[in-house]
Nanobody, 125 residues
Framework: QVQLVESGGGSVQTGGSLRLSCTAA????????MGWFRQTPGKEREGVAI???????RYTDSVKGRFTLSQDNAKNTLYLEMNSLKPEDTAMYYC???????????????????WGQGTQVSVSS
């Protein structure tokens, strides 16, 4: 079992910034695929950004150039820096992890086993 704890959500205006944090157990970041997903009511959970054990990242097209993943292995924490936020970024954001993910399915939520409880991000116009 891998426990993931998210924090950092909140409410901002269009163009604002937030940083989400996902704290995991020791050594999780270096050994697992980890990522951020988001979901709004009535919609499927969408892959936002992921990082592989070797440090490669992948972003969904709608956040490229605005969102950035980083990690602090000493703190066992994965960060998602979100800039130039838009109302369409409003969602519940979840941190996820798994030990093995098919390369072509990195942003598919159904591939991930371990999930955090989520943190709400709201962007007003």
């Amino acid at each position: 079992q891998v426990q993931l704890v998210e924090s950092g959500g909140g409410s901002v205006q269009t163009g604002g910034s937030l940083r989400l944090s996902c704290t995991a157990a020791k050594d999780t970041l270096s050994s697992m695929y980890m990522g951020w997903f988001r979901q709004t009511p009535g919609k499927e959970r969408e892959g936002v950004a992921i990082i592989t054990p070797d440090g490669s990242t992948r972003y969904t097209d709608s956040v490229k150039g605005r969102f950035t993943l980083s990690q602090d292995n000493a703190k066992n924490t994965l960060y998602l820096e979100m800039n130039s936020l838009k109302p369409e970024d409003t969602a519940m954001y979840y941190c996820a992890a798994d030990r093995s993910i098919n390369f072509w399915l990195l942003l598919r939520s159904t591939e991930y086993t371990f999930w955090g409880q989520g943190t709400q991000v709201s962007v007003s116009s």
